[in-house]
């Protein structure tokens, strides 16, 4: 099978090591093929974080196509069918996939990404207003020193993108279904709830946290938050760890903490989701302490330039229309977004992320090329 460029580089990336947040070299691959083309490269390094900004023109509009070549660890990779960073091309029923860590998340993006800014600039090397590319390594860990510090330096040069394309995951089922024009808010606390420890036998004389803890997850699956918006899911509950008991079988627990995760729409607030989970742990007439950490708030771009002429582009390759949807794990969008760009993610089908055999569809990459080739033409 003879593979397109956008499979070869995709290929190329994946091959490489690059274990959030060491990038190892896929920048600088990707920086030769751009300023071959006259993109201008910029790499912005900050507390062992790389990231690359690559910009061809210098007028409005400002398109800025973001990524990241990080990827998560593998696990153990014995559990692979092939080595995870062979980039091996596996046949799957009969579909062509590109196998190995990264490659849909979001190496195949990235590949995409820059094939269709190479052939919109040698088609049109004169193109009115800006392309530019951002590329992080550090997108799956904390995000220091990556994008948010981008954002910064963005601000203070001046240069606003208009409109922010990325490139991760975002089909729900196949391919051209889905594009994510925001995300939800991510919100985690930890919940400590008391009883009173005791003999298993004297029950009497105890009272059991992990009884306490299972009334108040009740209470919680039966009052949700609130039933979500247009473009939001109802407000998220995840209990994701829970601890309780003394390693004994015949102690009654004193103290059972939960570890819980909330998935937040723009109806909400930080502020409001502690105040519904403390109405509903003081309704129980729960002993408990509570603490809340927020991570990142929701971004939405509810229509555009941007959503328009890339939902026309994805009908003509794929023959489907899009749902604009926010459900799904958060971007670096949410740092792009608040400078004020329209911001939108369209890449793959989502199923094989962070997984052991992470694949994408050879095919799905090159329609995706296209799609943004498309978009570009249509843009500028
Ligand atoms: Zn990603």
């Known amino acids: 099978m003879e593979l397109s460029a956008t499979v070869k580089l995709a290929q190329q990336l994946v091959k490489i090591e690059s274990i959030t947040p060491n990038d190892n070299g896929c920048q600088n691959l990707i920086a030769d093929i751009l300023s071959k083309l006259g993109f201008k ?13 690559a910009m061809h023109g210098e007028a409005s509009p400002f398109l800025l196509f973001l990524g990241h070549t990080d990827v998560v660890p593998t696990g153990d990779e014995n559990t692979w069918q092939y080595p995870p960073f062979s980039g091996e091309i596996v046949d799957y029923e009969g579909r062509a996939y590109l196998y ?58 001046n240069l606003i993108p208009d409109y922010c394309l990325i490139a991760e995951c975002s089909c729900d089922e196949t391919f051209g279904d889905s594009i994510k024009n925001g995300r939800r808010g991510d919100l985690n606390a930890t919940i400590k709830i008391k009883g009173i420890q005791g003999h298993a036998a004297m029950e009497q004389h105890a009272k059991n946290a992990v009884f306490e803890a299972s009334r108040f997850i009740e209470k919680m699956l039966l009052n949700p938050i609130d039933h979500g918006t247009k473009y939001f899911p109802q407000t998220s509950f995840q209990v994701s760890n829970i601890h309780a008991g003394t390693g004994a ?33 003081d309704s129980l007439k729960l002993d408990y302490e509570a603490e809340f950490r927020a991570e990142g708030a ?75 080739v498309k978009t570009l033409e249509q843009l500028f």
């Open 41 to 53: 490269i910029t790499f912005i390094k900050h507390q062992g974080v790389t990231n690359l900004l």
């Open 100 to 157: 190995g860590r990264g490659s849909s998340d979001m190496k195949g993006g990235d590949a995409a990404m820059v094939t269709a800014m190479c052939d919109f600039v040698k088609a049109n090397p004169n193109h009115p207003g800006t392309i530019g590319l951002l590329l992080t390594s550090n997108e799956e860990g904390d995000a220091v020193g990556g994008t948010p510090y981008v954002a910064e330096y963005l601000k203070e040069k």
């Open 249 to 281: 079988d015949n102690v009654i627990p004193g103290l059972c903490t939960l570890r819980c995760n909330f998935r937040w729409n723009d109806l909400q607030t930080p502020e409001k989701i502690e105040q519904h989970v403390r109405a509903i742990a």
């Open 298 to 372: 929701p971004f939405l771009t509810e229509e555009g330039k941007l959503i328009d002429v890339l939902s026309s582009a994805i009908s003509e390759v794929t023959g489907k229309k899009p749902t604009l949807g926010t459900s799904g794990g958060t971007s670096d969008g949410r740092f792009i977004r608040p400078l004020g760009p329209q911001t939108v993610e369209f890449g793959p089908v989502a199923n094989f992320i962070h997984k052991v055999d992470e694949r994408v569809a050879v095919d799905e990459l090159d329609r995706l090329h296209q799609i943004f």
